[in-house]
Nanobody
Framework: QVQLVESGGGLVQAGGPLRLSCAAP????????MGWFRQAPGKEREFVAT???????TYADSVKGRFTISRDNAKNTVFLQMNSVKPEDTAVYYC????????????WGPGTQVTVSS
């Protein structure tokens, strides 16, 4: 079992920055693919960004150029730097970890609320 803990959510004005963090336990954190999804009220959960064990990142078109995902393997933490936020970025943001064993299993954090005021 991998328990993820997100932090950094809150209220931010449109155009401002916000940084989310997600801590994950485990000696093999560096091998996890980590990422973020988000879910706005009344909408389905959608992909935001991911970073693999080699540090290669992928982004949703809606956040490309504004959000940056990074990881600090020494601290077992992945970050989502959100810049130039928009009201449409308002959502609960969920961190996930893809852990490879016999099979790859995805673990989710409880989520952190991000609200962007216009």
């Amino acid at each position: 079992q991998v328990q993820l803990v997100e932090s950094g959510g809150g209220l931010v004005q449109a155009g401002g920055p916000l940084r989310l963090s997600c801590a994950a336990p485990g000696r093999t954190f560096s091998t996890y693919t980590m990422g973020w999804f988000r879910q706005a009220p009344g909408k389905e959960r959608e992909f935001v960004a991911t970073i693999n064990s080699n540090g290669v990142s992928t982004y949703a078109d809606s956040v490309k150029g504004r959000f940056t995902i990074s990881r600090d393997n020494a601290k077992n933490t992945v970050f989502l730097q959100m810049n130039s936020v928009k009201p449409e970025d308002t959502a609960v943001y969920y961190c996930y970890a893809d852990v490879r064993a016999t099979l790859t299993k995805r673990y989710w954090g409880p989520g952190t609320q991000v609200t962007v005021s216009s």
